[in-house]
């Protein structure tokens, strides 16, 4: 069974560019999470989707971060535009469903940096 | 409100000896609880999750960890450490059947093993 598939792995920007990561869940998987983990930190929820609906967003700074998951599979997560303090490594997971006791399945990450 | 404290920032043990990372987790409703390890540079991977059906859960690698309701902990344990169980491990709370709540992930215990 294919795992969380992200890209790209590594992204180098300078700060007020824009830049997007994508995420293809495990095959069957409804709900899909975006964390971001500074270094030195544990991963912090950005957005929960269930299929292409959004459970939460309470933690995603809207104002720069857009995320989307128009088909109910893959994902976007787009900062536009970027800051310094945007550095980290962002991590996408999937799992069967919200609740049920389901555990999530990460992804590599994309590891950010910018300048 | 849901919470996850890790009590200990570092723990180093010696090859050979028992590892014990502690967990304590706060919830208004009945959660699912998780553990994580992340090797440097790698992804996370799931060690073990809780889910209601047995307070003593066994998971890969020899690790287990034990629900304890009354002092609301769920601390990771392994007989006897080996050198590839350094890395950063992670405690975490999700919705159990209820939801209610996001996923919480606690800040991290980094596990050195020396030999």
């Known amino acids: 069974e294919a795992g969380v598939a992200q890209s790209p792995r590594y992204k180098i920007i300078e700060k007020r560019q824009s830049v997007a990561f994508w995420c293809n869940p495990i095959?069957?998987?409804?709900?899909l999470y975006w964390y971001q983990q500074i270094l030195g930190q544990g991963p912090k929820l950005l957005i929960q989707f269930q299929n292409n609906g959004v459970v939460d967003d309470s933690q995603l700074p809207k104002d720069r971060f857009s995320a989307e998951r128009l088909k109910g599979v893959d994902s976007t997560l787009k900062i536009q535009p970027a800051k310094l303090e945007d550095s980290a490594v962002y991590l996408c997971?999937?799992?069967?469903?919200?609740?049920?006791?389901?555990?999530?399945?990460f992804g590599p990450g994309t590891r950010l940096l910018v300048l | 409100a849901q919470s996850v404290t890790q009590l200990d920032s570092h723990v180093s043990v010696s090859e050979g000896t028992p590892v014990l990372l502690r967990c304590n987790y706060s919830s208004s409703y009945s959660p699912s609880l998780f553990w994580y390890v992340q090797h440097p540079n790698k992804g996370l991977q799931l060690l073990l999750k809780?889910?209601?059906?047995?307070?003593l859960v066994k998971g890969i690698n020899g690790f287990e960890a034990e629900f304890k309701k009354s002092e609301t902990s769920f601390h990771l344990t392994k007989p006897s450490a080996h050198m590839s169980d350094a890395a950063e491990y992670f405690c975490?709370?999700?919705?159990?059947?209820?939801?209610?709540?996001?996923?919480?992930f606690g800040a991290g215990t980094r596990l050195f093993v020396k030999a």
């Open positions: 975490v709370v999700s919705p159990g059947n209820t939801g209610g709540f996001k996923t919480i």
């Open positions: 997971a999937s799992s069967l469903e919200v609740r049920g006791y389901q555990a999530q399945y």
């Open positions: 095959s069957g998987h409804a709900t």
């Open positions: 809780y889910t209601s059906a047995a307070t």
